[in-house]
Structures are given as structure tokens and as C-alpha cells.
């Protein structure tokens, strides 16, 4: 089998995912312009050498629609040659595009491919999203549908997780954000939007909360109280969770993702490639699985879908330098320290999208970026980048240092 | 000619079609019907004198829906579900035929109008209802486990919207004809006289034939569309809300919003087509089934006293005698001054009796500040209960009920006290819940006249009346005793006397299943959630808090006591024991199984874990579920075997409106009936060898195993 190395990626910082925020006068398929144009131009790309472009996009609606990869593409001036694809895994969307712009590359049908992902959640905001899961009556109720945020609560009360719990993991999340950005460890990988006079809109992920603590959190109120009580959400969950007594309510706009706009990108390709047009590889990716798990619970298949890599790859999470979760809530990362006995010290080490948000179709990517800039640093080998999905999945992708 | 349609056609070219099905009191829809009106449309359609069609009913009712005692059974017989779909198909075809045939339609609703008596008037182009107090419209087809199957769920959300629709068919609200008016069921609302008029003049005046829907443009109000975030909302929230009202127990009201979320997303034919089959599917499943049976026919033959014996007098209580105004004392007082008899509520203290009386009245006060009562209607329900604690005043009595404390002295001595002043023809009824009515008549001097009526409690609320049947119970005591349930509307079913009866007997097996779960180290709230997904109103332990542990634990101090040697203890009773050991004694004594924080909800208390520790293997919830149906089930079998029980439909009945036992298994007979029942023994014998013995079960049922017998042949 073909190797693929990633050679360089790229991401925006996140916006604000409101009206407020600074990326919301951007268009989608600008934002995803914008980052195909700083790959190419900062790699000296020849883009006609590129045999493909995934982009992970979740909500697939209006101007996000119909294809942003292969539209950004043209926008951004690349080959007319590069063709673009768009797909949804959800919320692994962007490190799934990556995973299969690699297996394009592995099968030896493709040299030089681009994944990535995008996501405006400003302009197209989830509220207004449909699909069968939550609103066709006999998918709804045959699957037990409960949303992400009662899936998170779920997890808590399943596991025992007090609120305070939950807290203090999203205080630490804020402080090593924090500390990550003020040291410049996103420097490398963050390119600044900018507008129709080229002045700059936006050069830093503009959501952290830098010295949270938890007595701040405290304060807040649970999210998913109403939604659970009245909505009758708590009792299908424990409908298909009959040991837990009650929905602790534990999750809040403090210890979840923030909602944000961000696109993001990641050069894949052959190692002769990449000695062709110049290009020094950063990694290697090892592995990528993705499993499906119990859809009301929702946010459990990373633990799963990580030991299938690992498996399939013939290693042990002791080989795992590093780790990255997406920090959908803060549950979800503890369920899986637990589940998976790993430290806090070895895994979202610079934060996550608890401080920085969750651009649903980019973060995998963002992440996986944010990875291999740390093993760089710390002069580590090897990470596992890994993502809760609605739907009840996980995907995760192992890498390497080269 | 048809026989259950008449048309008559006036000077103006108006036909008016009057629906009067023979030999029932009220219209329902049978296959006569159904040829009758596609008969009389063919001669509105092809008669050019004729310029429109009135129809109305001949009886005091407009029209019920379709006749279930006949017509189910015959369409469930159908061998090919897609038969019935095209005899569904075929039917609704008659009516969207009518509507669509160019020529005005306008439903002259007389009365009462339900399920397809409602749904032939919404394929009408307009819709006059008499303003009648006592008249209700609906669709509740899915109390019985169906959906509207008439259109229903295709043209009420295309006329009123979808969520006031969801809202009506998925809770089978009855509406008045002014609330109908106002959610714009009914076009116009008429008195009886001028309503064919009214109707008559609409054809002629405006006598538009084109439904809304038909029209060019047409949007369903408020709008469905799958892409719109109000659709998109509207539906997440019902399904949740059907998902967790049903325990996903009950497939008929997902269904109806399945009819209207994919029904009313596409023009009304295919629509009409999506509702037959998911009609048909639940036409041919086994709730639907349960239901009718149940809660709809058998009920019925219940309501309407099948068990009383023939050859006695019909009679009436115009004076019914309460002894003790303890909770279940005020509330039959309430109840049979409701129905319009005099009480004279009796206690040893005034105090104690007006403390009886203020019970109705504060149900009053709440009744006529909802407006659901008059003032003065009110007053004089209140005016009929009269307050005593002189035995003298029975003295006019036709009926005694005695509700003192469960102690036999206290209940020999009341009765005694009563039977030296009630005339020799009254009857004296015990609201026992437990003790043996043949030992409590030994107190009386006549014990031909004494009978059990265990009533549940709340009493107002509560559809049951259990009628115990004491070893010298006359035939004119029992058939009395119906007649005053039949009077105050509750549902009655005749047992044996037994210990405990049939209701509180079967209705304590559950209970003993979950403490004994608790011994074993099955999870608290997997035991309560488990019985409340199988869909009993409450879970068991939460049940126990509600009567009193206390009380249970008396109950079996006073079995033993009595029955001495042959008592057998049952496998939960030392954690009633351990519960009143350390003063946890149930809800009124704010610990229990639960603990109730003051302000905030109850919650299972902690330190239930510390004396039955919960074990790390934990049953599957299927199997907790099971066991406590299956044991209520199998005693239930008990009951009939030992002719407590007369017959499978009065366990049915009795379990579902005594206990909450879960209404979609039919009950507990047809609960086996839906397991199957090779399967339910096999089940027995199964939990016997692993579970105790209390699981065994009787040869009799063994060999209707064998024999592959069902409870209901339908």
C-alpha cells in the first residue's frame, strides 16, 4: 500500500458563530477561498498536480450547498483541473475528508489530494437544519432520538460526572487555550481571514475566555433543563437507559463547544510527490477507522472507534503520544479518559472547542492540525485525533511523525 | 333502496341524505352505510336537477364512528394486509368522490359527531353544527389503538393546521360544537331548527364544491414544509412528546403524526393512500386489537351490566347511606351525589363527618372556578349530602355503604348499629379492600343482602367498582349493587370473595415481585423505571409509598395472624419489614422508598443501596418488565381457576382500570393471549426454576398450553 503524508495544513481561526461574531459578514465558501488560496501560496502549489478536494460541510443548505469544495476551488483560481467533492460524517466531517483524500492517496489512485472542511454557523445556523433524525416521525421515535445536549447530560448521569466535574475540565480546556495562543503554538497553522480590501478580519480564535475558573461556571445555568423536562427528551433516554434514575442537567454554554465559523485544509499526498514539487512531509497517517454506536446516547463511539484503529493497525494506546477528543461537551472527553485510561496530560492539550468552538464540518481537521503542530513541539511520534458524531458514531485517525 | 340513507329532494334541486342505521341507538358506519351513501352520491352526481346535498342524521346523533364490534373483526379477518388496505382505499374513495364531484356538500351536524361520523363531514365543503351542550366532536380513534382512518388525518390539518390537528387526533379530544367553531372544524353553529334551513341556504347562496386543498395554491395552514424551521420544530417536539407519552407502547399516535407529516407534504390522494396503510397496519396489529376489546367492547357489556342476574326489578337509589368519612367514605359521597342521589354521610364525630362533606365541596369550588359547573348546580350537589352521627337518620337508606377502618369489631359493630334502623329491603354493602366479605356478613342478620363494592381510590377519578360476591349474596343484592354502579357511572366487575379478592390480590403480586427484585440486587430505578416503560402508571415501589408500606406490612401481620400455620410468607415481605423497621413508612410520612425533598421532586432513596446492596450483573430491563406483568398474569389465572374470577374479561377490565395494569397488553388475560401462551409458560417455568416457586404454573394452564388454546378467539 501507497503511504500518505500530510505536507502542510492550514486552518482559519474561529469566529464567533453569531451575527456578532467577526467572520460572520464571510461567506462560507469564502472562508474555504481563503484557506485553499494559503495552502496553495504558501506551498508554492502547482494546483493542477491536485487529483482531488474533499471538504466536510454538515449543513449542506443554501449557499453552504451544492458542493463548496469544487466551487472553492474555482474561486480561489486553483486548476481548473481540481476537482472537488463535499461529505458529511457530521461532526467528524473534516478529519473523515482527510481520511479519505488518504485513502485516495493509499489506494495509489491519486498522488496529491487536499481534505479539509467547513462550517459558517453563523449564516446557516443549526436551528434551521432538518433531516429525517429529529423530524421524521417514525425515525425520531423507532430511534429514540434525543439531542446532543441531552445525549451529554446522559453520559454525565450515566457516569457518574457531578457538575462540578464538568467544569473544572472546561476551566482547564480555557487556561491551556490560552496559554497555547499566547505562546503561538496555533502561529503556524492559523492564516488570518481578510476582507475585499485585504485588511484582516480576523487572526486568532476569538472565543476563549482566558482565567475561567470555576466558580464563573458555576454560575451558569444548564442548558438542557427545559428541553428535557418538557419536551419529554429525559424520559427517551431513559426509555433506552433504564438504570439511570434521572437526567442530571449538567451541561451549559460553559462546558460545551462553542458555536463558531472556521474552514480548515490538509495536504495529502505520496512521499514522490512531495519530493517532486519540493515538499517536506510533517506526518504519516498510520491508520482511520469510524464506527457507528447507540444513537441516543449519541456521543460514545470515539473510545470504540479508537481501539479499531488501534487494532487494525496492531498497536496499543500506549503507543499514543498524544490524543485529541473534539470537545463536543466536556462529558464526552471524561466518559473517554475513563473508558480509554488515559491522563488529562495526554490528551486536548492545548485546549479545545470548549474555549475554541466547533466549526462542525472543519474542526476534525483543525484538530488533526493542531496535533501534529504539538508532537512537533514537544518532539513527540505519534497522536490519535478522534471525534464524537451525531448519529451515534466515531471517527478517529492515528498519525505519525516523519 | 337504501335502508340506512334517505334522500329526499326539494323544489330547489337540494337533496337532503338523512343517515338512520337501524337497530343501534346510534349511527356507526357499517358496509350497508358505506354502499348506502356511495348509492345516494352516484344519484346527487348524475340527477341535473340536483344542485347540492344536505347530510344529516335521523336520530339525535349525527354519528359515531365506525361500528367496531362488527366491522373490525370482519376487516382484521381480511388473509392479505393489502386487501384491507384496498377495501380502506375504497371506502375513503366514496367520500373523496363526494367532494370533488362538482356539486356542494354541506354536513348538517345534528349532534354528537366522532371518528367517521366527523370525518364524512370534514369531506363535506361546509359544516353547520347545533349549538347542543351535550353534543361533542372528535376524532379518538386512538384510544382504541387506531388512527382516523376516514381521511381524518389528511383533511384536519389541511383545514385547522397541523398542530392544533396533531394535538386533537393524537389525544382523542372531544370537542363542543363552540370549541370546534372556534378552531374551525365548524363553519357555522345553528339551533336545531334552523339547521337544515341554514345548510339549504348555504348551497344556494355561495355552495363552493371545491375543498381548500383542491384549489390552485393550496398551503396547509400554518404551513408544512420539511425545509422549514417551523415544521422542522413543530414535529421534533411531537415525536418526543408521543415518544414519551407512549413509552413507545402505543403505535397509533405515531402513526397519525406520520400520516400528517408525510400525508400532507404531497397532494391529498397520495396522501389518503399513506394514511390507509399505516391504518391497516395498525388495524392488523395485536394493540389495536387489545384495546377494542377491552376497553371498547368489553367495557361496554360491562357499562352495560351483562353480569346482572335476570328476573330482578331494575332499581335506583335515590338514598344511599355512607358509614365513615374517612378519604373513601367522601368520595363515594361525592360520586353518588353527582349522580343525583341523596347521602347521609355518617361518622362518629360531626366533626369528623362535616370533614367528609368539605371534600366535595372543595371539589366544587375547583369545578365551578374552571367553569365546568354552575354555581347553583353546584350548591345543590353540595345540598344533597347530609351530615350525621345518628344512626337513626339511615332510616330511608335503599343503600348502606360502609367505609370505617379495615378492623372486623369496628366493621360488625357499624353494621349491626345500621341493620337495627335500614328498612328490611336495603342492601349493605363493605368497601373493604381486603378482608373476606362472607367473614364480615357473619356480623349481619341478614346476610343474603350484604355484598362488597371495593372502590379505588381517588373514587372520583377511579372508572372501578369491584362487586364481591359473599358465600349468601342474593342475586337482588348483586343485581342492586350493579344498578347503583351502572348509576354512578363506574365500570363494575362481579368476583368471588377470596382474600384480597381479584384486584388488590393481583395488583400486591407486583409489588412483592419488586421487593423481591430489590432482595435479589436489581437496581431501584431500573425496577421503577422498567414498570413504568412497560407502561403501569407508577412504579411499584413508588406505589408502595403511595398506600404505605405500613399498610402492606399490617396486611401480612393480619394473613398470618389468620391464617396461621398455612401461611406462607411472600418472597419480598422482609423488605416491607425492614422499611417500617426504620420508621420508613411510605409518602405520608415523607420516607418511603423514596425520599420527597421538600420543593423538589422525589427521588429514591440513597440508602436502599446499604440494605440491598445493587449487584454489578443486572437483569436485562425486558426480563424486569416481564416478571412483573407475567406474575400479575399468572396469578390473575389463579383467580380464574379458584372462580374468583368469572371470566377472562373481568381480569381484563379490572386490571386495567384498578390497577393501571398496562392498558396496550388488553389486560392480564390478553396480555398472555399476546405473549402467546406456550410461550408464557415456558416464561413460567423458566422464572419458577430460577426465580422461586411462586412462578409455578397450574396444570390447567399447562394443558391449555398443550392445546394451543388462546383467552379471546378474535
Known sequence: MTEAFIYD??????????????????????????????????????????????????????????????????????????????????????????????????????????GGGLESMSRIPMSTVGGAMAVDPQVAYGSYFVPQGISADLIASKEGFSREDVDSYSVESQARASNARDNGYFDHSIMPVKDQLGETLLDHDECIRTGTTVD?????????????????????????????????????????????????????????????????????????????????IMLTGPAPSARKVLKRCGMSKDDIDLFELNEAFAAVVLKYMKEMDIAHEQINVNGGAIAMGHPLGATGAMVLGTLIDELERRDLNTGLVNLCIGGGMGTSTIVERV | MSSTVTMDVDHDGIAVLTIDVKDKPMNVITADFDQDLGQCLESVISDEKIIGAVITSAKNDFMAGADLKSMLPALRGLSDKSDVVEKVIASNQTMRKMETCGKPFVAAINGTALGGGLELTLACHYRIAVDRPDAVLGLPEVMVGLLPGGGGTQRLPRLIGVQAALELMTQGKHLKPLQAKGLGIVNELASKEELINKAKAWIKDKGDAVQPWDKKGFKVPGGLDANKVGTIQTFSVVNALVAKNTNHNYPAPISIVSCVYEGCQIPIDSGLRIEAKYFVELLTGQVAGNMIRSLFINKQSADKLRARPEGVEKSKVTTLGMLGAGMMGSGIALVSARAGMNVVLLDSTDEQAAKGKEYTEKFLEKRVARKKMSSDDAAAMLDRIKVTTDYNDLESCELIIEAVFEDREIKAGVTQATEAVIAESAIFASNTSTLPISGLAEASKRPKSFIGLHFFSPVERMPLVEVILGKETSDEALARALDYVQQIKKTPIVVNDSRGFFTSRVFSMACNEANTMLTEGVSPALIENAARHAGYPVGPLAVQDETSIELGYKIHLQTMEDMGDAYKPASGWEVSAKLVELERLGKKYGKGFYDYPEGAKKRLWPGLADLFPVSDQQPDVEEVKSRLMTIQALDAYRCLEEHVLMSPDDGDIGSILGWGFPPWSGGVFSYIDTVGIEKFVERCDDYSQRLGERFTVPDSLREKANNKESFYSD
Open chain 1, 9 to 114: 495544513h492550514v486552518r482559519t481561526p474561529r469566529g464567533r458563530g453569531k451575527p456578532d461574531g467577526s467572520l460572520h459578514e464571510v461567506t462560507p465558501v469564502e472562508l474555504i477561498t481563503q484557506v485553499l488560496a494559503a495552502l496553495r501560496d504558501r506551498n508554492e502549489l502547482d494546483t493542477s498536480r491536485v487529483d482531488d478536494i474533499v471538504m466536510g460541510v454538515v449543513h449542506t443548505q443554501g449557499e453552504q450547498g451544492a458542493n463548496p469544495a469544487r466551487i472553492g476551488a474555482i474561486n480561489a483560481g486553483y486548476d481548473l483541473s481540481a476537482p472537488g467533492k463535499q461529505l458529511n460524517r457530521f461532526c467528524a466531517s473534516g478529519l473523515e475528508a482527510v481520511n479519505s483524500a488518504s485513502a485516495q492517496v493509499m489506494s495509489g489512485m491519486s498522488d496529491l489530494c487536499i
Open chain 1, 216 to 296: 464563573d461556571l458555576a454560575k451558569l445555568k444548564p442548558s438542557f433543563v427545559d428541553m428535557g423536562a418538557n419536551f419529554g427528551f429525559d424520559s427517551i433516554a431513559i426509555q433506552r437507559y433504564p438504570e439511570v434514575e434521572r437526567i442530571e442537567h449538567v451541561h451549559h454554554a460553559g462546558n460545551s463547544s462553542v458555536i463558531v465559523d472556521g474552514a480548515a485544509s490538509v495536504l495529502v499526498g505520496t512521499k514522490e510527490v512531495g519530493q517532486e514539487l519540493g515538499l517536506k512531509p510533517k506526518a504519516k497517517i498510520v491508520g482511520f477507522a469510524s464506527t457507528g454506536s447507540e444513537p441516543t
